[in-house]
């Protein structure tokens, strides 16, 4: 599968984005969804994980309450949608797929497929 994520940009402390992970190749609902992000000097983090149906979700604690993961198997395409963002979420983001269904709600398992990174930084 080869991913795409976009969305990114810049905006103010409080504010909102939605980041999009566009896929094609090997059907979409076959893989567990998941976004990671880096920041600037910083090694890389999960963010938050989708299963293949999108009925489960997992998410780290730092944006616990404020992101929401979502798919559309559909349109072959899985979301972030950011809310009261804050400064310290600016970092570039990667959405990552693996056909392992229970990759979906582990933070340290190494996903398989990659997408280049869209930056997202959020200004005080």
């Known amino acids: 599968v080869q991913l795409q994520a976009f969305g990114g940009g810049l905006v103010q402390a409080g504010g909102s984005l939605r980041l999009s992970c566009a896929a094609s190749g090997r059907p979409f609902g076959s893989y567990v969804i998941a976004w990671f992000r880096q920041a600037p000097g910083k090694e890389r983090e999960f963010v938050a994980g989708?299963?293949?149906?999108?009925?489960?979700?997992y998410y780290a604690d730092s944006v616990k309450g404020r992101f929401t993961i979502s798919r559309d198997n559909a349109g072959n395409t899985a979301y972030l949608q950011m809310n009261s963002l804050k400064p310290e979420d600016t970092a570039v983001y990667y959405c990552a797929a693996d056909i392992y269904s229970g990759s979906y709600n582990r933070p340290t398992y190494k996903f398989d497929h990659w997408g280049h990174g869209t930056l997202v930084t959020v200004s005080s």
């Open positions: 989708i299963s293949w149906s999108g009925d489960s979700t």
